[in-house]
Every structure is written in structure tokens, then in C-alpha cells.
């Protein structure tokens, strides 16, 4: 196989070799995460640290044949997730951080990859926190500004997410006031700008993961405010269409899974 990318921290060059990188990844030996047909996670440990690799193995024809036949752009390998990463961390929005990164191969259904970044202990997802009901006022209101500008940012910088769930949100637990590290970035895209539908959905997709939680139409009217930038006023008048939409993408997804909405949720459709 040919070699088309690879990258090593320089902070951690004495814990990976240079040669034969992917064999080196693909043969860990860790707690396993996530195994899929195509794809592997895997928490290991090296020189007292831990980290968290993912393998891409290929996703063969089929699947690049079904997502262009779906006018989708087929996910191919850990590129996304390295080049999301680095835009991330560019943008000073907190995330994982890339250690290793490697692609081989030139067909794009065999094409083998993988990407290692450094854990997170001690942390977390705010789905979690929110299912153990420990999501006091206090860090709810502290949060919510604060996811509304990592959406705000990603997406004003070309950047989009499409898996923007509370669970890809980690929270460390023993600082006092806790920042959101944004993870599991393997289908971002990223472009020179983030088209609207996109927005739509990770937005959407975001409101949807809180529906049968403690959150309220104050909250998300807050998350509206922080989000747009604008006087709650001014971005329910000028951008009424955007959150219609973004109601309207949350609720379908609800509805996979539900036969009716929260009480909640069906009140704040008369607002937006």
C-alpha cells in the first residue's frame, strides 16, 4: 500500500514509531469501546497515558455507492475526524487532542486509517449527567451559553458536526466550573461555509437529545439568544424560518422512537 498521510505529536514521537504506524494502532491491546464491522475503538495505555484509538478498516463499494445514490459524501476513514480536530483546536474550541494520525491506500473502499487522540479522565457526557438528574440550575445555566457558542463558532467557521447530540459533550467532573469538550467528530464536514440545512440538523439534532429532560422554553430560549448572537426579540423575527426548521428537525426525530412530545416541547411551538 501506498502512504498518503501520517502525523505524529512530537510530544508523544517516543511512544509511536514512525514505521508501520497502522499495524502498530490496529494491534493494540486495550478495553474495547466500540467494534464494528469497520471500524474499532480502543482505550489503551502508553508511557502512563491514556489514549483512545480508532481503526477504519474500509468501508467497501457498497456503502460509497449507497451514500452517493443518497446524495451523501461517503465517510471514508479518520480524515474527517483529524481535519475537524485541528479546525476545533484552531478555533480554541475545546475538543479532543489528535496524537496519531495515518492513511494508507489509494482505492477508496479499501483505504485503511486510523486516528489516536489523548482521553479525557474523569469526565462525563452531558447525557449522562442529565439522565443521573445531576445537571443542577446552576451548571445548566452555565453550559447553555456555552454550547450555543461551540455551535456558533463551528458553524460560522465552515464546520459541521452531524452527530451534535448532549452525549457527544464531556464534562470533567472535578473542576469547578466545567467547560463541554466537544467529541466524536468521525462525519464532520468541513468547508468555506456551513450550509443552512446542515445547521438545521446539528442544531435540531442537539434540541431533539434534550426532549425528555429537565429543560425548559427558558432554556431554550437562552440557547436561541447565545446561538444567533442577536436579542431574542430581533432572531425570532429575522430568522423565524431557521428555528421553524430547526423545531421541526428536532421533532421528526423524536417521533422515530415517540408516539407524542413532551408537554414542554408542544408548548414552544406556538413561539417559534
Not at 234 to 241: A, F, P, R
Request: glycine fraction near 6%; aromatic fraction near 12%.
Amino acid at each position: 500500500m501506498n502512504v498518503q498521510h501520517q502525523y505524529i505529536d512530537q510530544r508523544f514521537h517516543h511512544l509511536f514509531s514512525d514505521d508501520q504506524l497502522f499495524e502498530q494502532v490496529s494491534q493494540f491491546d486495550g478495553k474495547v469501546f466500540r467494534s464494528l464491522e469497520n471500524r474499532r475503538t480502543v482505550r489503551i495505555e502508553k508511557g502512563g497515558e491514556r489514549f483512545f484509538a480508532k481503526t477504519h478498516f474500509g468501508v467497501g463499494w457498497m456503502e460509497i455507492i449507497k451514500n452517493l445514490c443518497q446524495l451523501r459524501w461517503p465517510v471514508l476513514g479518520a480524515a474527517n475526524e483529524f481535519r475537524a480536530l485541528n479546525e476545533l483546536q484552531r478555533l480554541g474550541i475545546d475538543t479532543l487532542t489528535p496524537v496519531v494520525y495515518f492513511s494508507e491506500g489509494i482505492n477508496p473502499a479499501r483505504r485503511q486509517s486510523c486516528i489516536v487522540t489523548r482521553a479525557l479522565e474523569n469526565t462525563k457526557s452531558l447525557e449522562e449527567l442529565f439522565e443521573a438528574n445531576k445537571v443542577s440550575l446552576r451548571l445548566k445555566r452555565a453550559l447553555i451559553p456555552r454550547l450555543a457558542k461551540v455551535g456558533r463558532e463551528m458553524h460560522d467557521n465552515g464546520i459541521n458536526h452531524r452527530d451534535f447530540y448532549l452525549c457527544h459533550f464531556l464534562i470533567p467532573m472535578e473542576q469547578s466550573d466545567p467547560k463541554p469538550f466537544l467529541i466524536d467528530l468521525h462525519r464532520a464536514q468541513v468547508r468555506k461555509k456551513t450550509p443552512r440545512r446542515w445547521r438545521v440538523k446539528d442544531v435540531g439534532g442537539l434540541f431533539f437529545s434534550g426532549f425528555d429532560y429537565n429543560i425548559t422554553r427558558r432554556d431554550v430560549f437562552r440557547f436561541i439568544k447565545s446561538y444567533s448572537g442577536k436579542t431574542l426579540r430581533q432572531t425570532l423575527q429575522e430568522d423565524k424560518e431557521f428555528w421553524r426548521e430547526v423545531f421541526q428537525r428536532a421533532t421528526k426525530l423524536y417521533f422515530q422512537d415517540h408516539q407524542s412530545l413532551p408537554a414542554w416541547v408542544r408548548a414552544m411551538e406556538p413561539k417559534l
